[in-house]
């Protein structure tokens, strides 16, 4: 019997979680990219918010001056994307350029530009640790 309501509880976990394909563009421009920043990213939209573990690849060198990078997140459902909120949790500057992400279940993408340019890094003298970016239209294509 236990095996059972632990088998549905995954079921209902897993069925409730949805993609968020996410491309995460660096600037390209002097002392942009970084090593290690300890990135992650806080979906917020209209029913609540959904936070990512560590975004890395293991495989790449990830978050390198002028590079994208795609990441697929599988987290709940969020309603309409408004705004994402990145923390870093490293030293290391590294400056987002834009963030486009594809929501399952949407056809256009949602984009999410740092305008500003504005470095992240738990150093206070080289940026922020927490950066908020909300989008005026999730249509791009205008």
């Keep these: 019997m236990m095996s059972r309501i632990l088998l549905v509880a995954l079921l209902i976990t897993t069925s409730a979680a949805i993609r968020y394909r996410t491309y995460i563009a660096t600037a390209d421009q002097k ?3 970084t090593d290690n920043i300890d990135l992650r990213i ?3 939209g209209t029913l609540k918010s959904a936070r990512t573990g560590y ?3 293991p495989h790449r060198d990830d978050f390198e001056r002028g590079t994208t990078h795609m990441f697929d997140f599988y987290l709940p459902d969020v309603g309409e994307l408004e705004c994402v909120e990145l923390t870093v949790g490293d030293n290391d500057m590294w400056i987002m350029h834009y963030m486009l ?3 399952q279940g949407r056809s256009l993408p949602h984009l999410f530009r ?3 340019l504005t470095p992240l890094s738990t150093d206070r003298s080289e940026g922020v640790s927490k950066l908020k970016l909300c989008e005026n239209s999730g249509d791009i294509s205008k």
Excluded: E, R, T, W
């Design 114 to 116: 740092n305008a500003k």
């Design 31 to 33: 002392y942009a990219g």
């Design 55 to 57: 975004v890395d690849d």
């Design 101 to 103: 992400v594809y929501k």
């Design 42 to 44: 806080n979906f917020i």
